[in-house]
């Protein structure tokens, strides 16, 4: 049986999104950020990761979570030579991570 997404605020659950979804999400996100147009930037790569807690394994956001393996994905986007990594869980809720903790590992 597959784990639920965590619930977002409110708790309202959002249907699970696919990594190529979530990284379409992410890069209109980038985009907008950076005032360019979506296809200015490049998906590099996409995977499947569990994170350690809903903070999505993002090294700034922790402590502020209980741990919880979150099932999700790494989406990671260049633009003018820049990287930018973003993780997510399976419902499409993303955090850009500057300072990145190391996933519990991908899914099998």
Same mark, same amino acid.
């Given at each position: 049986m597959p784990s639920q997404p965590p619930q977002p605020p409110g708790g309202t659950a959002r249907p699970e999104r696919s990594a190529g979804q979530v990284a379409a999400?992410?890069?209109a996100d980038l985009a907008q950020r950076l005032g360019v147009a979506a296809d200015q930037i490049e998906v590099a790569s996409t995977g499947e990761r569990t994170w350690p807690d809903q903070g999505l394994g993002c090294a700034a956001r922790k +402590? %502020?979570?209980e741990p919880a393996p979150t099932p999700g994905y790494i *989406? *990671? &986007?260049v633009y003018a030579g820049q !990287?930018?990594?973003y993780h997510a869980d399976r419902a499409g809720r993303f %955090? !850009?991570?500057d300072a990145p903790a190391k996933? &519990? +590992?991908p899914i099998r």
């Amino acid at each position: 049986m597959p784990s639920q997404p965590p619930q977002p605020p409110g708790g309202t659950a959002r249907p699970e999104r696919s990594a190529g979804q979530v990284a379409a999400q992410i890069k209109a996100d980038l985009a907008q950020r950076l005032g360019v147009a979506a296809d200015q930037i490049e998906v590099a790569s996409t995977g499947e990761r569990t994170w350690p807690d809903q903070g999505l394994g993002c090294a700034a956001r922790k +402590g %502020l979570y209980e741990p919880a393996p979150t099932p999700g994905y790494i *989406v *990671v &986007l260049v633009y003018a030579g820049q !990287r930018y990594e973003y993780h997510a869980d399976r419902a499409g809720r993303f %955090l !850009r991570c500057d300072a990145p903790a190391k996933p &519990l +590992g991908p899914i099998r």
